[in-house]
């Protein structure tokens, strides 16, 4: 089981937009303002499209955005395209000795 | 260009060992927090262990602690994983990654550890 809690599976039509929650506690999420979130494809490895809770890094799309309220952080995709099917994982700093801790990843279809 | 690469996976039984070892380049490896990661057969993602750029903090994901080692040599480049005692629970796909402060930006392709007898 997961430390932080994503829908297990999303989807929208191309244009749409869908937000993946993820909910943790204020050990986690509610903490720290370190939360990341990845972008994962079949057989790839992770690529970061988030990061301290709402920063791009250079080269993501702007239809990626996310925010922060309490012990729960979201990610929203809008203008949802085909190429954006794929599985998501949000990440936080959890403290010194177990420092970061993942949801179980949502899995995004683009009908 | 900035890349991390890793190897010495495999397939090993239960009560084993492996070495795995992650070669970076394209930036000045030893400013970096590094990490490992893994992720079992159709399953999420972990933090196994970081090590910080002169080694002097580490730390271990309870699930690991005790009998994995984390290390590096900066002259090489170079991170490296030494899993003894593996445990079927330990087959997964592991990650070497840049911390690029408080995130995670630049991963390695993975390397496939099976642990069977």
């Known amino acids: 089981q997961s430390a932080l809690t994503q829908p297990r599976s999303l989807s929208g039509s191309p244009g749409q937009s869908v937000t993946i929650s993820c909910t943790g506690t204020?050990?986690?999420?509610?903490?720290?303002?370190?939360v990341s979130w990845y972008q994962q494809y079949p057989g790839k490895a992770p690529k970061v499209i988030i990061y301290?809770?709402?920063y791009r890094p250079s080269g993501v799309p702007d239809r990626f955005s996310a925010s922060k309220s309490g012990n729960t952080a979201s990610l929203t995709i809008s203008g949802l395209q085909a190429e954006d099917e794929a599985a998501y994982y949000c990440?936080?700093?959890?403290?010194?000795?177990?420092?970061?801790?993942f949801g179980g990843g949502t899995n995004v279809t683009v009908l | 260009q900035v890349q991390l690469v890793e190897s010495g996976g495999g397939l090993v039984k239960p009560g084993g060992s492996l070495r795995l070892s992650c070669v970076a380049s394209?930036?000045?490896?030893?400013?970096?927090?590094m990490t490992w990661f893994r992720q079992a057969p159709g399953k999420g993602l972990e933090w196994v262990s970081y090590?910080?750029?002169?080694?002097?903090?580490?730390y271990y994901a309870d699930s690991v602690k005790g009998r994995f080692t984390v290390s590096r040599d900066n002259a090489k480049n170079s991170l490296y994983l030494q899993m003894d005692n593996l445990r079927a629970e330990d087959t997964a796909v592991y990650y070497c990654?840049?911390?690029?402060?408080?995130?995670?930006?630049?991963w390695g392709q993975g390397t496939m550890v099976i642990v069977s007898s």
């Open positions: 301290d809770v709402y």
């Open positions: 204020s050990s986690d999420v509610g903490g720290y303002d370190h």
């Open positions: 090590i910080s750029g002169p080694s002097s903090t580490i």
């Open positions: 990654v840049r911390d690029g402060s408080w995130h995670f930006d630049i």
């Open positions: 394209g930036f000045r490896f030893s400013a970096y927090y």
């Open positions: 990440c936080s700093y959890a403290g010194r000795y177990t420092p970061w801790v």
